[in-house]
Every structure is written in structure tokens, then in C-alpha cells.
């Protein structure tokens, strides 16, 4: 397993696109609800194979992400071979991005902004699926350019 399986709910959001990677592999349905009765390794095995796809192909298509923590907000912009991030830190705790903002765009003394590029490491999605697991989440570009404009470079 590359990634991490997927939780029985996100499955459940799924199962039109698990049949189809059945259908794909060549698995009809009564194969493989033998399959999970009968050889539970080889099932569980499926399952793996998906999440690692439906995974790989969720951290393809991310391009930007944030992380949010009461007095720091990250948001980067994931390139094919770096990372760039451009981030806000307050003297102060939030308790949304939302008024961290606005104490930012009010009152820009109070934080420190800085910015940073570098390669991936290990590599791309592995990066980018570690920053998921330990809080970021997938967005658009709108606060990265935004932050990535209002941020002066030393």
C-alpha cells in the first residue's frame, strides 16, 4: 500500500467508481462477491489497489493547499517539481481563517509573512499526501495568489 486504505464512508462515496476499476480488472460482480466471501486476502487486496488509485489520482490533480492552525496560516502552490508556500503568522490565535484574515488585511503589522519554494521530498503526491494526513487540505489558488502578491520577499 502506497497511501493509506480508504475509510469504509469514503468507499461508500465511491462505489459507482469501484465498480467501474472492477469492470476495469476484469472482475464481474459475482466474482467478487465470491471473492469477499471466500478469499477475503485477495478482496482486501482489491481494496488496497483502489485507494491507492482513487488516492494517486486525487493528489494528481491538487494544485493548491492550506493549512490552518489558530495563529499561522500556509497556502501553497504545488508545481510538477516544487512546492511554494506563502504563509501568515499572528501574535494572536484564530479561531477561523476567516478572521485571521481580516485582522490581516486590518491590521498587517501584527504578522509576519513569509515565503518559500523547494523541491518535493521524497516526491510529488507522496509530499502532498503526508501535508493531507496532517491537516491541509486541497483549495484553489484565490488565497495563495492573494498571499502570494501581498507578501513582500526579504
Request: charged share 30%; proline share 2%.
Given at each position: ?6 475509510k469504509q ?18 472482475i464481474e ?119 502570494d502578491t ?5
Amino acid at each position: 500500500m502506497k497511501y493509506r486504505l480508504l475509510k469504509q464512508e469514503e468507499l461508500e462515496g465511491l462505489k459507482d467508481e469501484f465498480v467501474q476499476f472492477l469492470i476495469v480488472n476484469g472482475i464481474e460482480a459475482d466474482h467478487w462477491n465470491t471473492l469477499k466471501t471466500e478469499q477475503n486476502e485477495k478482496a482486501q487486496g482489491i481494496i488496497v489497489s483502489f485507494s491507492d488509485f482513487i488516492l494517486e489520482s486525487i493528489l494528481n490533480k491538487a494544485r493548491y493547499l492550506e493549512f490552518f492552525s489558530g495563529n499561522t496560516l500556509l497556502a501553497f502552490k504545488c508545481n510538477p517539481s516544487e512546492i511554494e508556500l506563502a504563509g501568515i503568522e499572528g501574535k494572536r490565535d484564530y479561531i477561523s481563517i476567516e478572521e485571521l484574515m481580516k485582522d490581516f488585511v486590518d491590521n498587517p503589522e501584527r504578522f509576519t509573512g513569509f515565503k518559500q519554494k523547494k523541491e518535493y521530498q521524497p516526491e510529488r503526491n507522496m509530499e502532498l499526501f503526508n501535508m493531507l494526513e496532517s491537516g491541509a487540505v486541497i483549495t484553489d489558488h484565490i488565497l495563495f495568489d492573494y498571499m502570494d502578491t501581498v507578501i513582500i520577499d526579504d
